[in-house]
């Protein structure tokens, strides 16, 4: 069994993420939460961008 068999698909987690009562939560609950939630844009960005220019780079150098 592989290890990324073991965790919950990521759709799964937004799912459970977008479905999350919000109400029990103080203020500076929301706080924390928010900046978690722009760390991990952050870090989606740069990974997608990270993609984007090995792509770009794979393709250049087959295009010869």
């Known amino acids: ?4 068999d073991a965790l919950p698909r ?5 799912t459970q993420l977008a ?4 109400d029990p939560l103080s203020v500076a609950e929301l706080e924390a939460r928010i900046a978690a939630l722009k760390g991990e844009i952050a870090r989606s960005r ?3 961008e990270r ?4 792509r770009a780079s794979a393709d250049s150098l087959f295009r010869s």
């Open 1 to 4: 069994m592989d290890l990324d």
């Open 10 to 14: 990521p759709d799964d987690l937004l």
């Open 19 to 22: 479905r999350q009562d919000l």
């Open 46 to 48: 740069r990974r997608m």
């Open 51 to 54: 993609a984007v220019n090995h």
